[in-house]
């Protein structure tokens, strides 16, 4: 067996019992930490401290709808919309505070340059980051470069990416967009959004992890994560990629865009998953508006953690160095 995560056992929960915003949150709300409390008054507790982050202008919080407004945190009846002032404020301390949880968050894609992290961006469509790993060190054996893969033949590339789903759509792709790569840009990956998205399978959100991650160029990368999550958060309930961007841009400065969205997502996959978060170890849940949509209980919640959190395997092959967990493990092992 190998051994276990740097961390061991100081799961997220052992963090919320620490520094973090559950145990701020709870000595300045004056009541007991949300993780706490029953199901019951969870929205009432996560609404509370949800006004307390949000300060003096915080106010009541309120149902509201939402938008980029910032109104619409908690859910009591009579309680007004928070303001934008305490919106910014209590995104930015949630920002903060998953800063700490996560100081080791990072693109979940394994890449050496540009060129594999737009292919391994393209390929992580409709699939996990793990698959899209556990995929690529053959792909890049065989064609290290755009030249290589421009020149593929079609039906060898899809067996090769064949684990990572919609292989022939994915294929064509690839040999598209090496080729323009090839054709236009002396075989190189451009580090403009306007170049980027002007290649085959190139969307915004490929080309903002490209931009963010092999060019430092800072960028909000929406995935299903990040949407979910922000809404939770009543950052906005936009659900349009683009228009959640723009929402989420406003709010924080350029400098923290990317790191943003590697925290935000590390976030999302291991505490505060989609079908059920776990509010119970979360330690941003005084800051959060949906505290109680998933398990509250601690000891269940905790069993709910995954990755280093839960002392699972990550999703990279070779994670950075300062990474807590365990690798991956290539395809078919067992
Ligand atoms: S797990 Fe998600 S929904 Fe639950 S308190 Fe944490 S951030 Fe909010």
């Known amino acids: 067996m190998k051994a276990a995560p740097r961390t061991g056992g100081k799961t997220a929960a052992t963090r919320a019992g620490g520094k973090t915003a559950a145990t701020r949150g709870a000595k300045t709300a004056g009541a007991e930490t949300a993780p706490r409390t029953a199901s019951g008054t969870a929205a009432a507790a996560g609404a509370a401290a949800v006004r307390k982050a949000g300060g003096k202008t915080g106010g009541k919080t309120g149902t509201?709808?939402?938008?980029?407004?910032?109104?619409?945190?908690?859910?009591?009846?009579?309680?007004?919309?928070?303001?934008?002032?305490?919106?910014?404020?209590?995104?930015?301390?949630?920002?903060?505070?998953?800063?700490?949880?996560?100081?080791?968050?990072?693109?979940?894609?394994?890449?050496?340059?540009?060129?594999?992290?737009?292919?391994?961006?393209?390929?992580?469509?409709?699939?996990?980051?793990?698959?899209?790993?556990?995929?690529?060190?053959?792909?890049?054996?065989?064609?290290?470069?755009?030249?290589?893969?421009?020149?593929?033949?079609p039906e060898a590339l899809e067996q090769l990416i064949r684990p990572t789903g919609f292989f022939r759509a994915k294929a064509k792709s690839l040999i598209g967009l090496s080729t323009a790569l090839r054709d236009r840009f002396d075989g190189e990956v451009p580090g403009r959004l306007e170049d980027l998205v002007s290649l085959p399978g190139v969307g915004r959100k490929t080309a903002n992890v490209v931009l963010g991650n092999a060019f430092g160029v800072p960028g909000i990368t929406v995935d299903t994560h990040f949407g979910r999550l922000v809404r939770r958060w009543k950052w906005t309930d936009e659900?349009?990629?683009?228009?959640?961007?723009?929402?989420?841009?406003?709010?924080?400065?350029?400098?923290?865009?990317?790191?943003?969205?590697?925290?935000?997502?590390?976030?999302?996959?291991?505490?505060?998953?989609?079908?059920?978060?776990?509010?119970?170890?979360?330690?941003?849940?005084?800051?959060?508006?949906?505290?109680?949509?998933?398990?509250?209980?601690?000891?269940?919640?905790?069993?709910?953690?995954?990755?280093?959190?839960?002392?699972?395997?990550?999703?990279?092959?070779?994670?950075?160095?300062?990474?807590?967990?365990?690798?991956?493990?290539?395809?078919?092992?067992?």
């Open 64 to 153: 509201g709808t939402g938008k980029d407004t910032g109104a619409g945190t908690g859910s009591g009846a009579g309680t007004r919309p928070e303001s934008r002032t305490a919106l910014v404020r209590r995104a930015r301390r949630i920002n903060r505070e998953l800063a700490e949880v996560y100081p080791y968050a990072h693109p979940e894609l394994d890449f050496e340059n540009s060129f594999e992290l737009l292919v391994a961006t393209v390929l992580s469509a409709q699939t996990t980051d793990l698959r899209v790993n556990q995929t690529t060190p053959a792909l890049f054996a065989a064609y290290p470069t755009p030249e290589d893969m421009a020149a593929a033949d």
């Open 239 to 334: 659900t349009d990629p683009e228009k959640v961007e723009a929402v989420v841009c406003d709010l924080f400065p350029k400098s923290e865009w990317t790191m943003l969205s590697h925290r935000v997502v590390f976030h999302g996959r291991r505490i505060c998953h989609s079908r059920r978060p776990a509010c119970g170890a979360c330690p941003i849940a005084p800051l959060c508006p949906s505290y109680g949509e998933g398990e509250t209980d601690p000891d269940k919640a905790r069993k709910l953690l995954k990755y280093e959190k839960g002392g699972l395997p990550g999703q990279r092959l070779k994670p950075p160095p300062d990474y807590p967990g365990l690798p991956a493990a290539p395809l078919g092992a067992a």
